[in-house]
C-alpha cells in the first residue's frame, strides 16, 4: 500500500510530461477493458513501449481497468451486439469479415468490438481529462500535501531516502 | 520525436514477443493436446486420451498418435482407437478460424479394443447404471445393449395319451349321459301314458259287446246288417263313440311320441357322432403342425440381427449430432455463443461460403480381426448445408483372413438437415463362418461348425425411416446339434437333417423408425426342415390319431351303449302304440260290416 502511494506520489510529483502519464493511462485502459489476448493490443503494447509514456501508469492502469472490464462487460456486450447487427452497416460488416485480419482480430466478438469501440472513443477525451487534472493537482494540491504531517514523517523515513536515490538515479537516465 | 520515441521499448518489445512465440512454440503442442482431449471427452461422454501430439507451423499441421476413444457404454473399452492421424491445414482460411483440411490420413484403426484403465467419467459412470437399470425394468434396449433372446423349440414331442385324455373333457360321455337320463324319464311318462291308454283288455271288452249285441238280435231271422241293427238300437252308436275316442286318444299319443321320437332320434345322431369330434378336436390341439417350423430360421437369426440393428442405431445417434448443423437458418448475420465465455459471435455471410470444419479427404487403414480394411472418405464436416456434398465413404479390404473380400460404399447426406438421406452398401464375399451357435436350448442345441458365403447389405435411410434388405448364401455348411437323452422322433428328424444340409440362404428385410422397426427374416431353411418332417408329422399325428380314437372308444362305448339299448326301449313304446291303433281300426272296421 505504502509502496503504491510511493508510485502514485512519484509519478505525480516527478518530472514526466502529463501528456506521458495520460497517454500511458489511455493505453492501459484499451488493454485493460478489451479482451487480453486480442490481436490490437499487440499495438497497443508495442506503442507503450516504443512511445515514451509512463509505464507505471500503464501496469497500474491495466489492473484497474481489467478490474473494471468485469463489470463492465454486459455494457461492451449489448454495444457491441448493436453496432455488428445493425442494419445499415451489415453489408460494411460483410465486407469486413471476408477479410483476414477481422477474423483473426475476432472483431465480430460482442465484448470485443464493444470494449474496443468504447475505449477508442473515450481515448482522446481520457486523454485530456488527465492532463488537465495532473497540471491541476501540481498547480494546487502539491503544496498542500506536502505539508502534512504524515507525508512529511514518510519523508523522514529511510523508505523515503531510499525513494529519492531511485528517483534520481532515474532522473539522471 | 527523441523526446517521444524509446529505443529501448523496441528491444523490450521484441523480447516479450520471443518469449510468447517461443512460449507457444514449446507449449502448443502440450496446450493443443490438453484442449482436444478436454473437448472431445465433452463431446464422447468418456474420456479421449491422446498419446503424443506434434504441430507443424510451416506448413500448419498435425500429427497425432494413439488416439483412445472409449466407448461410453464399456468403460474398459475403446469403441475406436486410433494408431496415428496426419494432417495439413490450410494456413489461410485457419487464420480465420476455419479449419480446412485437404488431406488427412488416418492410420491403424481398431474397434473395440481393452483399455489398461476405465475411461468412464465419474458422472456418467452412475448415469449409465442407473441407465441400465431403468432399460432392463422395461425391456426397452438403448445404445446398442440387446434384450437377449432365448430360443424356444416349437413344440415338437407329442404328449403321452393318458396324460391328454387326464387334462382333456370327453363331450361325448356328456351326451350319452344326458341322453340316457332323457331316455329314462320319458320312457316311465310313456307307460304311464300306455297304461291309460286301451290296451288288449279293452279291445277284448268291446269285442266282448259286439258278440253281446250280435246275440242278442240273432233270434230275428231278418238278415238285416248288424251296424242297422245296432244303430237302431243305440248301443250301437255308443260303441262306436267309445271306439272313436279311444282312437283319438292313441293317435294323439302317437303324434306326440313321433315329435319327441324325432328329437331323440337327432340327439342318438348325434351321440354317434360325438366320439369322432372328439378325437378330431384333441387331436388337432396336440398334434405336430409343420406350422411351427415355417419361421425356424428367424429363431437361429432374429436375435442376433436384431443385436446388429439395435447397436447400428445406437452409433447412429451417437454420430449424427456433429455431422449435421442443427443451428436455425436465420436471415441476416447470425450469432452463436461461444463454447466459453461472455459475448457471443456475429456470423457474417461468407463469399465463398465455407464450413468451420471440413476434411475434404481422408485415406483410412482399418484393422479388423481378419486383416486390415483401407478406405477413402470426403466431405466429412459439421456444416453440410454449407458445402453441399454429402459425405461419402468407400472401404475396401481384400485376402482377409476368412473373408475374400468386403466392399463398403455409402454417403451421409444431411445437406438438408430436416429431411436426412442416407445409404450404405456392403458386399461381403467368401466370408467364412466357424462354431457360430445358433441355439442354446437344452433339448435342441444347433451350432454353426463351417460356411463359407457371400453377404449383400443395402441400408437406406430417409428422414427417420429405414429400410434394409439383407440377402446371404452360404456353401459348404455344417451343422452341429446336439440333443437331449430321449430326444423325440421329430426332433431326430430335424437334427439329422439339419446335419445332411451343405448349403443354404436367408433374407432379412428390416424398416422402420429408429425407434420402432420390424424385421423379418426368410430363409430356405424353412422349407428344408419343414419338408424333411413332413412325412413323419404325418405319420406321427396318425399314430396320435390311432391311439387316442381307441382310447376314446374304450371310455364311450359302454355309455353310448347303453343309450342305445335304451332306445330301442323307447321305440317299443311307438311299435305298442301303432299296434294299438291297429286294433282299434280294426275294430271300427268290424263295426262297419
Not at chain 1, 79 to 85: A, C, M, S
Request: overall charge positive; some cysteine.
Amino acid at each position: 500500500m505504502i509502496e503504491f502511494i510511493v508510485k502514485i506520489l512519484k509519478v505525480l510529483n516527478s518530472e514526466t510530461e502529463p501528456g506521458q502519464i495520460s497517454l500511458g493511462l489511455c493505453f492501459s485502459m484499451i488493454l485493460g477493458l478489451t479482451p487480453l489476448f486480442s490481436i490490437h493490443n499487440i499495438l497497443v503494447l508495442f506503442l507503450a513501449l516504443v512511445l515514451r509514456v509512463n509505464l507505471s501508469m500503464f501496469l497500474l492502469g491495466f489492473v484497474v481497468f481489467s478490474g473494471l472490464a468485469y463489470l463492465l462487460d454486459p455494457l461492451f456486450h449489448r454495444l457491441g451486439f448493436w453496432i455488428l447487427t445493425t442494419g445499415f452497416l451489415e453489408s460494411f460488416w460483410t465486407g469486413m469479415y471476408q477479410t483476414t485480419l477481422f477474423r483473426l482480430g475476432n472483431l465480430n466478438h460482442t465484448i470485443t468490438m464493444g470494449s474496443l469501440l468504447f475505449s477508442l472513443a473515450l481515448f482522446m477525451p481520457f486523454f485530456l481529462v488527465v492532463n488537465y487534472l495532473i497540471r491541476q493537482y501540481r498547480e494546487h494540491i502539491l503544496a498542500w500535501v506536502l505539508k502534512l504531517k504524515l507525508v512529511q514523517s514518510l519523508r523522514a523515513s529511510r523508505l523515503y531516502e531510499i525513494f529519492q536515490s531511485v528517483t534520481a538515479h532515474g532522473r539522471h537516465t | 520525436m527523441k523526446k517521444w520515441f524509446r529505443w529501448q521499448g523496441l528491444i523490450i518489445f521484441a523480447g516479450i514477443m520471443a518469449l510468447v512465440i517461443l512460449f507457444w512454440v514449446v507449449f502448443l503442442d502440450l496446450i493443443l493436446e490438453k484442449t482436444i482431449e478436454t473437448y472431445a471427452t465433452e463431446a464422447n461422454g468418456a474420456r479421449v486420451d491422446i498419446g503424443n501430439l506434434d504441430v507443424s507451423l510451416f506448413p500448419a499441421g498435425m500429427k497425432i498418435e494413439d488416439i483412445q476413444i472409449t466407448d461410453p457404454d464399456s468403460p474398459m473399452k475403446n469403441a475406436l482407437q486410433v494408431g496415428g492421424a496426419r494432417f495439413l491445414v490450410n494456413t489461410r482460411l485457419l487464420l480465420r478460424s476455419k479449419v480446412i483440411i485437404d488431406q488427412m490420413s488416418i492410420e491403424q484403426i481398431q474397434l473395440n479394443t481393452p483399455r489398461k484403465k476405465s475411461g468412464a467419467l465419474k458422472k456418467r459412470e452412475k448415469k449409465s447404471r442407473s441407465a441400465e437399470t431403468s432399460n432392463r425394468r422395461d425391456g426397452s434396449p438403448a445404445h446398442g445393449t440387446a434384450k437377449k433372446e432365448t430360443f424356444n423349440v416349437p413344440a415338437l414331442n407329442t404328449p403321452d395319451i393318458k396324460s391328454i385324455l387326464a387334462k382333456e373333457s370327453i363331450q361325448s360321455l356328456a351326451l350319452a349321459k344326458s341322453l340316457q337320463s332323457d331316455l329314462e324319464t320319458e320312457k316311465g311318462n310313456w307307460e304311464k301314458i300306455l297304461k291309460d291308454l286301451p290296451d288288449k283288455k279293452k279291445i277284448k271288452a268291446y269285442k266282448a259287446r259286439i258278440k253281446k249285441i250280435k246275440k242278442k238280435y240273432k233270434k230275428k231271422k231278418k238278415k238285416k246288417s248288424l251296424t242297422a241293427l245296432l244303430y237302431a238300437t243305440g248301443e250301437y252308436s255308443d260303441l262306436k263313440k267309445d271306439i272313436e275316442d279311444d282312437l283319438e286318444r292313441i293317435e294323439a299319443a302317437a303324434k306326440k311320441y313321433k315329435k319327441q321320437k324325432k328329437e331323440f332320434k337327432k340327439r342318438v345322431k348325434q351321440l354317434a357322432e360325438a366320439p369322432g369330434k372328439d378325437i378330431r378336436r384333441i387331436k388337432a390341439k396336440y398334434s405336430i403342425t409343420p406350422k411351427g417350423l415355417s419361421n425356424i430360421s428367424s429363431l437361429f437369426i432374429g436375435p442376433r440381427v436384431d443385436q446388429w440393428f439395435q447397436k447400428a442405431i445406437a452409433w447412429y445417434q451417437r454420430v449424427e449430432p456433429y455431422l449435421k448443423n442443427t443451428r436455425k437458418q436465420e436471415k441476416g448475420p447470425e450469432t452463436k455463443k461461444p463454447l466459453r465465455g461472455k459475448g457471443s459471435l456475429v456470423k457474417f455471410r461468407e463469399n465463398p461460403p465455407m464450413p468451420d470444419f471440413l476434411i475434404r479427404r481422408a485415406s483410412i487403414s482399418m484393422g479388423i480381426e481378419s486383416g486390415s480394411i483401407t478406405g477413402i472418405l470426403e466431405n466429412i464436416t459439421t456444416a453440410p448445408e454449407i458445402l453441399g456434398k454429402p459425405t461419402t465413404f468407400q472401404l475396401a479390404g481384400d485376402k482377409l483372413k476368412g473373408i475374400k473380400s468386403v466392399h463398403v460404399n455409402g454417403e451421409i447426406d444431411f445437406i438438408d438437415p430436416a429431411q436426412p438421406k442416407h445409404r450404405i452398401d456392403v458386399a461381403v464375399r467368401k466370408y467364412s463362418l466357424e462354431n457360430v451357435s445358433l441355439s442354446d436350448d437344452r433339448d435342441f442345441r444347433v451350432a454353426l461348425q463351417q460356411a463359407s458365403g457371400d453377404i449383400d447389405l443395402n441400408l437406406n435411410l430417409n428422414r427417420e425411416r429405414f429400410s434394409a434388405r439383407l440377402g446371404s448364401r452360404f456353401g459348404s455348411a455344417r451343422f452341429k446339434t446336439d440333443t437331449s437323452k430321449k430326444p423325440g422322433r421329430v426332433i431326430s428328424a430335424l437334427a439329422t437333417t439339419l446335419k445332411n444340409i451343405r448349403k443354404f440362404s436367408f433374407q432379412v428385410t428390416a424398416g422402420g423408425t429408429l425407434d420402432k422397426y420390424s424385421i423379418r427374416i426368410k430363409s430356405d431353411l424353412d422349407r428344408i426342415l419343414k419338408s424333411a418332417v413332413k412325412n413323419l408329422i404325418r405319420q406321427e399325428t396318425a399314430r396320435l390319431e390311432k391311439k387316442l380314437s381307441a382310447s376314446i372308444q374304450k371310455r364311450v362305448d359302454g355309455p353310448v351303449g347303453q343309450v342305445m339299448q335304451g332306445y330301442k326301449g323307447y321305440e317299443w313304446i311307438g311299435t305298442e302304440l301303432t299296434r294299438r291303433l291297429d286294433l282299434e281300426n280294426k275294430l271300427l272296421e268290424e263295426l262297419d260290416l
